[in-house]
T-cell receptor, first 115, second 112 residues
Framework: DTAVSQTPKYLVTQMGNDKSIKCEQN?????MYWYKQDSKKFLKIMFS???????INETVPNRFSPKSPDKAHLNLHINSLELGDSAVYFC??????????????FGSGTQLSVL | QKEVEQNSGPLSVPEGAIASLNCTYS??????FFWYRQYSGKSPELIMF????GDKEDGRFTAQLNKASQYVSLLIRDSQPSDSATYLC????????????FGKGTRLHILP
């Protein structure tokens, strides 16, 4: 009965490979996000979706492609992985978007290590 | 570009003392702030939300917002070793395509 679940928890792969991270929320929220947290713990938004519609698309290489088949799921596909992609990727959801009390619920994170 | 600034620390506080964490922000239009706690290797979890000027208390935690000076703080009374974590200040947007901006976090270490 985990609220926001993402898989896998750990992902170790070689440079140049393609990988995907999946996220699902059972909170009935309309909005989902991908955040990247680097080694210095800085948490930066990558994408947000509201009811399957892409709302925020930060300055992220186009090797990163999010997909939201429905409002409960948001996946992240990464092509041609690079060393600099190594980080923890967090999925999150919120009930609303663009209001002042928009609380985020985070998944447990995916530790991506590119060798 | 909206910014939320925090001292990265580490901030070391003796057990039982008050831990004071601060955050400043650049956007005068920011209306509200969140404090998230993140244990090492875990995901951020929401601990406080403040919207109005002044203080908001929840158990051992007090959030303070001063819109005139553009700072927000989190006080933790009777600090416990279990409070050792990174504390992230965040400001949500007021518009649909606004981003939630996080500070870089302050590492808090409670000394037993």
């Amino acid at each position: 009965d985990t609220a926001v679940s993402q898989t896998p928890k750990y992902l170790v792969t070689q440079m140049g490979n393609d990988k995907s991270i999946k996220c699902e929320q059972n909170l009935g929220h309309d909005t989902m996000y991908w955040y990247k947290q680097d080694s210095k713990k800085f948490l930066k938004i990558m994408f947000s979706y509201n009811n399957k519609e892409l709302i925020i698309n930060e300055t992220v290489p186009n090797r990163f492609s999010p997909k939201s088949p429905d409002k409960a799921h948001l996946n992240l596909h990464i092509n041609s992985l690079e060393l600099g992609d190594s980080a923890v990727y967090f999925c999150a959801s919120s009930q609303f978007m663009g209001i002042h009390n928009e609380k985020l619920f985070f998944g447990s994170g995916t530790q991506l290590s590119v060798l | 570009q909206k910014e939320v600034e925090q001292n990265s620390g580490p901030l070391s506080v003796p057990e039982g003392a008050i831990a004071s964490l601060n955050c400043t922000y650049s956007d005068r239009g920011s209306q509200s702030f969140f404090w998230y706690r993140q244990y090492s290797g875990k995901s951020p979890e929401l601990i406080m939300f403040i919207y109005s000027n002044g203080d908001k208390e929840d158990g051992r935690f007090t959030a303070q917002l001063n819109k005139a000076s553009q700072y927000v703080s989190l006080l933790i009374r009777d600090s416990q070793p279990s409070d050792s974590a990174t504390y992230l200040c965040a400001s949500p947007g007021g518009n649909r395509d606004d981003k939630i901006i996080f500070g870089k976090g302050t590492r808090l270490h409670i000394l037993p």
